[in-house]
């Protein structure tokens, strides 16, 4: 009713405003009293993002090795751990003097993508706009994803859980025959490289078991075998820049 009864900028800009509420009621309960409750694992990536929001502040890039945070004994965190799609949290810490606010607008930058991305692969699988409406919230909403954010404070695995959507609708463009699916599912595997390496181990391992299946129905033809070689050459351009 909404499509067919308003212009397409209105009906653009109320899914925006939508996306934009959803993404603060997921944030600002966590920010109660201006405080947030860490984990070790919270510990760990905001001593990293200190350090790598000094490095740029600096003008340079982070050091290999942090000596912020765990003891202060040097471990290699910057350099074995990717941090390309952290920028979520390292810019607004580059805007705002106050840590608590700086981390709850990256956390609102977070669960808006994660949003966006899910409402695109939902959009893509069914018209229906309540089918829409229940898998978004069941993807955000879910007692995993909070759990991830707010109790153990995952911020690796959360971030890939932003992009995940992007790789599954990729798969899903590339076995319709869409010629653009290849850069979703590059670039879906390419931030989640730079995110969680275990999230990109599973994703990688569900991707060839979904392949092997379809191979076995026949159903992979030129044209898709194309268009996953280049989601491949453009996830490993990714990667590369992360690595030099």
């Not at 200190?50 to 004994?73: C, E, R």
């Not at 930058?109 to 409406?133: G, M, S």
């Not at 879906?188 to 129905?217: D, Q």
Request: hydrophobic fraction near 50%; charge should be positive.
């Amino acid at each position: 009713m909404l499509r067919r009864h308003s212009p397409v900028w209105l009906h653009h800009f109320i899914v925006f405003v939508i996306i934009c509420v959803s993404s603060l009621l997921s944030t600002l309960p966590a920010f109660t009293n201006n405080t947030f409750k860490l984990s070790y694992d919270g510990n760990i990536h905001l001593a990293r993002y200190d350090a790598i929001t000094q490095a740029l502040s600096h003008g340079s890039l982070p050091p290999l090795v942090n000596f912020i945070g765990l003891h202060h004994t040097g471990l290699a965190m910057n350099g074995m751990y990717p941090w390309i799609t952290s920028t979520i949290f390292i810019i607004p810490k580059l805007l705002f003097n106050n840590p608590i606010v700086a981390l709850m607008v990256g956390f609102i930058i977070l669960n808006f993508l994660t949003i966006f991305d899910v409402f695109l692969l939902a959009k893509f699988i069914t018209h229906k706009r309540w089918i829409q409406i229940l898998g978004v919230t069941i993807y955000q909403f879910s007692s995993y994803h909070m759990a991830v954010l707010y109790s153990r404070n995952a911020l690796g695995e959360a971030l890939a859980y932003v992009f995940l959507p992007l790789v599954l609708l990729g798969c899903l463009k590339i076995w319709h025959n869409l010629t653009n699916g290849w850069l979703y599912l590059g670039f879906g595997m390419g931030a989640i490289a730079n995110s969680h390496i275990l999230s990109l181990i599973i994703v990688t391992i569900m991707i060839a078991i979904f392949c092997f299946i379809r191979v076995f129905a026949s159903s992979i033809n030129t044209k898709r075998s194309h268009q996953l070689h280049k989601s491949r050459c453009s996830s490993n351009f990714i990667v590369f820049l992360y690595a030099h």
